[in-house]
């Protein structure tokens, strides 16, 4: 069975005050790691694909990393409109549809 | 979520009473899930489709069931609705098995009384 665990739950930072966001995650056959951005109220939005170790992706200023057991989420120098809870998911080999993390409630405060 | 349209965007219905739920795509999307959201939970897949009258189970699909009949509609039915599945459902469309992420419509919320 695919897992993902994300953490923290919520972070609470400044503006301008960097930090990450992380991805645990079990599968068997890893065809995929996902990030989404939900804001309150809305669907999520498509951020990153990921498919190997050692993989980046970078949007403005997110930039998602990837290993064998783990992705990060980087968030530089954030503003207060990257507040949002981010969502992390899998596809593993014998999947169908994605296994998504109960995601980090992110606030960033002007 | 330009091209999906969930309707309706929220629903109070009533214990043991049968509910639709409907999400139209206009991307020409072969593949077409839905999902639930629920607090401490997260995203969780009920069922999904891969093309026109196929279909099949996801994670949590006791008590519902799908049925898509032209590519651009995808239904979802609670036979007997339960105060459990008080719920937010989102609609998800993707071109291929989600290679390039799923374009998630902006959800109905539904309340099981």
């Known amino acids: 069975e695919d897992q993902v665990t994300q953490s923290p739950e919520a972070l609470r930072l400044q503006e301008g005050e960097s930090s990450s966001l992380n991805c645990s995650y079990t599968v068997s056959g890893l065809r995929g790691l996902f990030w989404y951005r939900q804001d309150p109220g809305k669907g999520p939005e498509f951020l990153f694909t990921?498919?190997?170790a050692g993989e980046e992706k970078e949007k403005e200023r997110l930039k998602a990393t990837l290993t064998k057991k783990e992705s990060f989420l980087h968030i530089t120098a954030p503003k207060p409109e990257d507040s949002a809870t981010y969502l992390c998911?899998?596809?593993?080999?014998?999947?169908?549809?994605?296994?998504f993390g109960k995601g980090t409630h992110l606030i960033i405060q002007p | 979520d330009a091209g999906i349209t969930q309707s309706p965007r929220h629903k109070v219905t009533e214990t043991g009473t049968p509910v639709t739920l409907r999400c139209h795509q206009t991307e020409n999307h072969r593949y077409m899930y839905w999902y639930r959201q629920d607090p401490g939970h997260g995203l969780r897949l009920i069922h999904y489709?891969?093309?026109?009258?196929?279909?099949d189970k996801g994670e949590v699909s006791d008590g519902y069931s799908v049925s898509r009949s032209k590519t651009e509609d995808f239904l979802l039915t609670l036979e007997s609705a339960t105060s459990s599945q008080t719920s937010v459902y989102f609609c998800?469309?993707?071109?291929?098995?989600?290679?390039?992420?799923?374009?998630f419509g902006s959800g109905t919320r539904l309340t099981v009384v």
């Open positions: 990921l498919y190997s």
């Open positions: 998911a899998v596809q593993g080999g014998g999947a169908d549809g994605l296994t």
């Open positions: 489709s891969y093309g026109v009258k196929d279909t």
């Open positions: 998800a469309t993707g071109a291929t098995e989600a290679n390039y992420g799923y374009t």
